[in-house]
């Protein structure tokens, strides 16, 4: 079946515009997770989702940043006027939730990511 | 604070050599610790976790309370293990991870 999908893969904006990034989880995982790779610093945690609502938003860097999810499936994180060290490869990965899919399994499966450059 | 500390950002080891990747943690609770590897081109994916006590493609990595290590360890490198990989935490009773800044491996012939 298919994986996680991310779109754009690529995208390139100037300072101070909006800038929308899509998931697409695999169908049926309850749990969805964004991050960011910024060069050197690893995966940062932004937010993650259980179904429609984020119980954890404490790893947004500021409130310049949102994410939505409907429908238990799609999600959007939205950055709005983006700034330079916003650029960074965001990732997405999905998953069940411990118990949903039998034990173990809530395996975090990731998308391709969408590197996102600022200029 | 939960922190995942990964000393070596690039470790070059000759094939058939063994091979060990650090990964230190801080965590007051009850951790879960994974280990994740993106080889060239390719997504971010799970190899291994610490409650499956498991050995993915020659890797294991042992679970360390008393130095809260959580150590990636393969007796003979091989080149197709050249890669970038992560040390994650999870916290107890979340599903938020906390990632290390990641070990580039390089397996030279």
């Known amino acids: 079946g298919a994986g996680v999908s991310q779109s754009p893969s690529n995208k390139v904006t100037e300072k101070g515009k909006d800038v929308e990034l899509r998931c697409d989880p695999i169908?049926?995982?309850?749990?969805l997770y964004w991050y960011r790779q910024s060069l050197g610093q690893g995966l940062e945690f932004l937010i993650y989702f259980q179904g429609n609502s984020a119980p954890d938003k404490s790893g947004l860097p500021s409130d310049r940043f949102s994410a939505e999810r409907t429908g238990g499936s799609v999600s959007t994180l939205t950055i709005q006027r983006t700034q330079q060290e916003d650029s960074a490869v965001y990732l997405c990965a999905s998953s069940f939730l411990p118990g949903q899919g039998g034990t173990g399994t809530y395996e975090q499966y990731f998308g391709p990511g969408t590197r996102l450059t600022v200029t | 604070a939960q922190r995942v500390t990964q000393p070596e950002k690039l470790l070059s080891v000759f094939k058939g050599a063994p091979v060990e990747l650090k990964c230190n943690y801080s965590?007051?609770?009850?951790?879960?610790l994974f280990w994740y590897v993106q080889y060239s081109r390719q997504r971010l994916q799970l190899l291994l976790r610490h409650i499956s006590r498991e050995s993915i493609k020659g890797f294991t990595a042992d679970l360390n309370k008393g130095e809260t290590s959580f150590h990636l360890k393969k007796p003979f490198a091989q080149e197709e293990d050249s890669a970038m990989y992560y040390c994650a935490l999870r916290r107890g009773g979340t599903y938020k991870y906390i990632f290390g800044t990641g070990t580039r491996l390089k397996v030279l012939a």
């Open positions: 169908s049926g995982h309850t749990a």
């Open positions: 965590y007051s609770g009850s951790p879960e």
